[in-house]
């Protein structure tokens, strides 16, 4: 319980240990919300987050899952019945990038860029969503791209599988509504590790969004933080376009 009365709330942040993870992560625990960090990588960096998290006052727990397993995803959301006893936000953020062309786009680059990024979603959403309806109240955020709506050379997997989350958000948000609100936020180029996957080196300009620069990760953490808040409760199925302008919805 919170100083007001209110149950404090627990989110599960997918591949929340690094990069837009990370930044929203912390910006959860600064807001005195529980945190679930999900991570697929490095230990230490998975832990030193968890220590981040945890000076702001909150409960924070790691867990070691790959979000493209099912089995794995079920076994992190027993991890949260019993460590928290009830998830209040799901943000799927986890995911990866890699630049190849179609040409050279093999079964194998297709199946784990959309297991990671689409598959995933779904596991978590579904696990998500069978709790919140339970308890008649929930939110589940999806961090998407603007790259699902205008596309990105040699990206075709990747832009794919944010097309597809993109889709899934409006779905769910129908089918799920009034009890669990489903948003996302589609970010623009940002200072991240997916980015400097694709690029060699981080570069400070982007030519596609009308500001010519990259978004911060604290930057995309806020938005994601606005619709996990109870200042958003009036948005449900909606994508929020935190990318300079690069794309123009509405």
């Known amino acids: 319980m919170t100083s007001n009365g209110k149950q404090q709330k627990t989110a599960l942040i997918t591949g929340g240990s690094r990069g837009i993870g990370k930044a929203i992560t912390l910006e959860f625990a600064k807001s005195g919300i529980h945190v679930m960090i999900n991570y697929y990588g490095d230990d230490k960096e998975a832990a030193d987050v968890k220590r981040q998290a945890e000076s702001y006052g909150v409960r924070a727990e790691v867990f070691h899952a790959d979000v493209s397993d099912s089995a794995q995803v079920k076994e992190m959301f027993a991890a949260i019945d019993e460590q928290f006893g009830r998830l209040d936000i799901l943000v799927n953020n986890a995911g990866i990038a890699q630049a190849v062309k179609i040409t050279e786009m093999t079964d194998e680059h297709w199946d784990r860029m959309l297991k990671i990024h689409l598959y995933g979603a779904f596991y978590t959403s579904r696990e998500a969503a069978t709790r919140m309806l339970a308890q008649k109240e929930g939110k589940i955020?999806?961090?998407?791209?603007?790259?699902?709506?205008?596309?990105?050379?040699?990206?075709?997997?990747?832009?794919?599988?944010?097309?597809?989350?993109?889709?899934?958000?409006?779905?769910?948000?129908k089918e799920l509504a009034p009890y669990v609100l489903v948003n996302a936020v589609a970010p623009g180029g940002t200072f991240s590790d997916?980015?400097?996957?694709?690029?060699?080196?981080?570069?400070?300009?982007?030519?596609?969004?009308?500001?010519?620069?990259?978004?911060?990760?604290?930057?995309?953490?806020r938005s994601v933080m606005f619709l996990a808040s109870d200042d958003a409760n009036i948005y449900t199925g909606q994508v929020l376009g935190a990318n300079g302008g690069s794309v123009m919805n509405g």
């Open 141 to 173: 955020i999806n961090v998407t791209s603007d790259l699902a709506n205008q596309g990105g050379a040699e990206l075709a997997h990747y832009s794919a599988a944010k097309g597809g989350i993109t889709s899934m958000t409006k779905s769910l948000a």
């Open 194 to 221: 997916i980015r400097s996957s694709l690029e060699e080196g981080e570069h400070k300009h982007d030519s596609r969004n009308l500001l010519g620069r990259l978004a911060f990760p604290q930057e995309i953490a």
